[in-house]
């Protein structure tokens, strides 16, 4: 059984970076064909894609966050991480870890609140 668990600080203040590891059990991240997303919802908002790291380290983000965003592992711990930088208000969500397998999300974690705030 897969398992995501995400951690990281639940207040950022604004134009900081926030950042957040998912630690993933039960599987490893460099199996050939899974993608290890990130995803936000807003408050009172829909679910927003952030972006992926595949099983070869290649990644993708949203067009919208692309500039102010970096996904990242650490095989060796079998987890990887979300780097946001300048944060603002409208960053506050929670964020969720999750994994992709032929283009479906199969696996998430519980999801972490973020408040950017100062």
């Known amino acids: 059984q897969v398992q995501l668990q995400e951690s990281g600080p639940g207040l950022v203040k604004p134009s900081q970076i926030l950042s957040l590891t998912c630690a993933v059990s039960?599987?490893?991240?460099?199996?050939?064909?899974?993608?290890w997303s990130w995803i936000r919802q807003s408050p009172g908002k829909g679910l927003e894609w952030i972006g992926y790291?595949?099983?070869?380290?290649?990644?993708y983000y949203s067009p919208s966050l692309k500039s102010r965003t970096s996904i990242s592992r650490d095989t060796s711990k079998n987890q990887f991480t979300l780097q946001l930088s300048s944060v603002t208000p409208e960053d506050t969500a929670v964020y969720y870890c999750?994994?992709?397998?032929?283009?479906?999300?199969?696996?998430w974690g519980k999801g972490t609140l973020v408040t950017v705030s100062s």
């Open positions: 790291i595949a099983y070869s380290g290649s990644t």
């Open positions: 999750a994994r992709v397998e032929q283009g479906y999300l199969d696996y």
């Open positions: 039960g599987g490893s991240i460099t199996t050939n064909y899974y993608y």
